[in-house]
T-cell receptor, first 112, second 114 residues
């Protein structure tokens, strides 16, 4: 079954708006990663988080590692058309062996 | 991050045939993985490619269907055997850092089986 849940599943926003999406689990994770995937490409790592409460930025992107270690969120500020894509969260936990499990993704569309 | 080169980038294959996908990285890495991404879906781990030994497969994936080779620390192949239309997916090569702090992906191979 799916170990990670992402919401929303998809979203349509106007260019310039801020975006927020999150990733939740019933299990504790040690690492959270956020990826963006463009059509026909592999996922590209955006932000990595390693400690509960950690807040990390990468340009207009900000992500946080939840205090409970069971969730993470990603914010995009002042969205632009090239932000369109699918955003995946991934987590690493000893429960799932030494590899990353991926959420189902949030599909973002930006309207001009 | 390491540079990961995957080929072919896409292919259309006849059912019953096999396709071998190659993954080359530009530095020696310990952990390499193969993922499948079915249309509109997330990434599912197929197996861990172990250097010099048999790959470790996840539940639902078997060696006869997805044989994997890893002759050295910079190269791996995944074969999709006896293909059917249900095998139409994107197949992705991945590597992780030593402490599993980050994972990086190749550009993927988009496979269509007709």
């Amino acid at each position: 079954g799916q170990q990670l849940n992402q919401s929303p599943q998809s979203m349509f926003i106007q260019e310039g708006e801020d975006v927020s999406m999150n990733c939740t689990s019933s299990s504790i994770f040690n690492t959270w990663l956020w990826y963006k995937q463009d059509p026909g490409e592999g996922p590209v790592l955006l932000i990595a988080l390693y400690k509960a409460g950690e807040l990390t930025s990468n340009g207009r992107l900000t992500a946080q590692f939840g205090i409970t270690r069971k969730d993470s969120f990603l914010n995009i500020s002042a969205s632009i058309p090239s932000d369109v894509g699918i955003y995946f969260c991934a987590g690493e936990s000893s429960l799932y062996g030494q590899n990353f499990v991926f959420g189902p993704g949030t599909r973002l569309s930006v309207l001009p | 991050s390491a540079v990961i080169s995957q080929k072919p980038s896409r292919d259309i294959c006849q059912r019953g045939t096999s396709l071998t996908i190659q993954c080359q990285v530009d530095s020696q890495v310990t952990m390499m993985f193969w993922y499948r991404q079915q249309p509109g879906q997330s990434l599912t781990l197929i197996a861990t490619a172990n250097q010099g030994s048999e790959a470790t497969y996840e539940s639902g994936f078997v060696i006869d269907k997805f044989p994997i080779s890893r002759p050295n620390l910079t190269f791996s192949t995944l074969t999709v055997s006896n293909m059917s239309p249900e095998d139409s997916s994107i197949y992705l090569c991945s590597l992780t850092t030593m402490r599993y702090t980050e994972a990086f992906f190749g550009q993927g191979t988009r496979l269509t089986v007709v």
